[in-house]
Every structure is written in C-alpha cells, then in structure tokens.
Nanobody, 119 residues
C-alpha cells in the first residue's frame, strides 16, 4: 500500500504562486503515476495533472495548462505541483493520488490541502 501526504497549501492573492508537495511512502515501487486532483465546494472532483514515476511523462487539464507544472523527485518519493498565475477559480482542496498501473484507477489518496486564491 502507498501512503500519500500533501503540503504547501495556503492563502494567496490572484496572480500569485504556490507549490504543493506530495510525499509518497510505503510500497512506492507499486506506483506507476501520481495525479493531482482538486475539489471546490459544491463541485465534482476534477483532474489537474499527472506525472509518471519512470520517465516523468506529464498530463494536464486544459484549465491549468501553461500555469501549473507537475514534476517528481524519485529520490525523495515526492511529486510537486507548481502553481503560477493563480485565479480565484483555482480555489479548492487539492489532493494527490497514486495510480498503480497505466490501466487502473487511482486507489490511494492523501488527505488534501486547501488552496484559497483571493481576488
């Protein structure tokens, strides 16, 4: 099993930046990729970005392309989400999740970290 712990959330003004971290522990060798998701009050959870551990292949939601960058540090078992040019609509609880294989769903989730962007 993989355990995930997020950090780095907070309050920032529109146009500002934050960097989120997701530290993986446990059977990290069983993880193919890590994704970031977010959920705002009253909204469905939505995909933000994903990175694979092996070759660092990245995928982004259209709403964050060009503003967010996902990366990983294999030595530290950590995935980062650099968020620039933040907008009030980016306000949400951000969670990371582990995907065991390319063909399976995300099954291990962190507890989430709050990001609030003020206008």
């Amino acid at each position: 099993q993989v355990q995930l712990a997020e950090s780095g959330g907070g309050l920032v003004q529109a146009g500002g930046s934050l960097r989120l971290s997701c530290v993986a522990s446990g059977r990290t060798s069983s993880s193919y990729a890590v994704g970031w998701f977010r959920q705002a009050p009253g909204n469905e959870r939505e995909f933000v970005a994903r990175v694979t551990w092996s070759i660092g292949r990245t995928t982004y939601a259209d709403s964050v392309k060009g503003r967010f960058t996902i990366s990983r540090d294999n030595a530290k078992n950590t995935v980062y989400l650099q968020m620039n040019s933040l907008k009030p609509e980016d306000t949400a609880v951000y969670s990371c999740a582990s995907q065991p294989t390319v063909a399976t769903d995300y099954i291990h989730w962190g507890q989430g970290t709050q990001v609030t962007v003020s206008s």
